[in-house]
């Protein structure tokens, strides 16, 4: 009991050091300027559509399409604010439902293609929205797309500065990662794992495989279309350009780096690869090398991602021990 007791005192300190890491870089962007504040607003809306993207990959499908949903979260919710006049609540919500409502039609089908096929599907639908978003310029403003959309108002707060958006978009990410965390550990997230790693003995054991891989795609695209609610807000304008399909790419590779099966993989993605293209908007083809060249050692010596570092340190630590 003692012994425990001394174990327990000893971790402390090194738990309280990286909550308070954690704390300082949660801050930093209030202190460093406009551009650090905007990087950082990024993130966290990276932070919680990648969530979405993770959920569906889980699954055991992964797909090419997300940012379909995060165009239709934010154009139902703009179009329904100015045509009802509602607030980003019920807007918001109602954006939601509606890409959860495509993606359950769309899931119900295309779920039972397995690997290239279901990427295909997923990437023909994304551009299909797309280029219904251009051809529908009477509703969408076509290529022009919508400029000028308020910012977020909620309870009569107005989110209408960076340092203001940034406490908002920080939330909904902190609370997009506690909801994951309490999902892989509840028995859907469970099944959702189970489904992936087994199909077959999944089904043998009495789980639908179909079932629990809609429910995954279902909620993994409501998560992106919240994204894209906030991103309307946030940016102020929208068009289908913003949603093509080197967004999607985008969110699976932050997927991939930061690591495809742990819940801190979508925020080590998108804390790394958020301002790389900042950094490298000098140079695009520098930085199409870049994200491939890391793709590639990622998966080549690091499957499990990014995150994954932190295991094999462990692991060398209690070897040296």
Not at 179 to 186: A, D, H, V
Not at 195 to 202: F, I, K, M
Not at 226 to 250: D, K, M, T, W
Not at 254 to 278: D, N
């Amino acid at each position: 009991m003692a012994k425990t007791i001394h174990f327990a005192r000893a971790a402390d300190p090194k738990r309280w050091y990286w909550l308070g890491l954690l704390v300082l870089i949660v801050l930093w962007p209030w202190f460093s300027g406009p551009f650090v504040l905007h990087l950082a607003v990024l993130t966290c809306l990276n932070i919680l559509i990648v969530n979405g993207l993770a959920i569906v990959g889980r699954s055991g499908q992964l797909s090419f399409g997300h940012a379909a949903f995060v165009a239709l979260g934010a154009y139902a919710s703009v179009l329904l604010s100015s045509a009802l006049g509602w607030n980003i609540l019920l807007s918001g919500l109602a954006g939601m439902a509606i890409a959860a409502l495509f993606a359950a039609m769309l899931g119900w089908v295309i779920l039972r293609l397995k690997g290239v096929y279901f990427v295909l599907v997923t990437f023909s639908f994304g551009e299909l929205m797309r280029l219904a978003l251009l051809d529908w310029s009477e509703l969408t403003g076509g290529a022009n797309g919508i400029a000028n959309i308020k910012p977020a108002d909620i309870f009569g707060f107005v989110f209408d500065t960076r340092a203001r958006f940034y406490a908002l978009a920080l939330v909904v990410a902190i609370v997009s990662i506690w909801m994951m965390k309490k999902l892989f550990s509840s028995p859907l997230g469970q099944s959702i794992d189970a489904v992936a790693d087994n199909p077959a003995l999944a089904e043998s054991t009495g789980l639908s495989v179909h079932r629990i891989q809609l429910v995954a795609f279902v909620m993994g695209c409501a998560m992106a279309a919240l994204g894209g609610v906030l991103q309307a807000r946030y940016i102020g304008f929208i068009s289908p350009e913003s949603f093509n399909p080197g967004l999607s790419v985008a969110f699976i590779i932050m997927l991939v780096i930061g690591g495809r099966k742990s819940v801190w993989g979508p925020l080590v993605g998108a804390l790394v690869l958020t301002p790389l293209p900042e950094l490298f908007r000098g140079a695009v083809q520098t930085q199409h090398i870049f994200y491939g060249a890391a793709l590639i050692l990622i998966l080549r010596f690091m499957p499990g991602g990014l995150i994954s570092l932190t295991e094999r340190l462990k692991r060398m630590k209690g070897a040296q021990v």
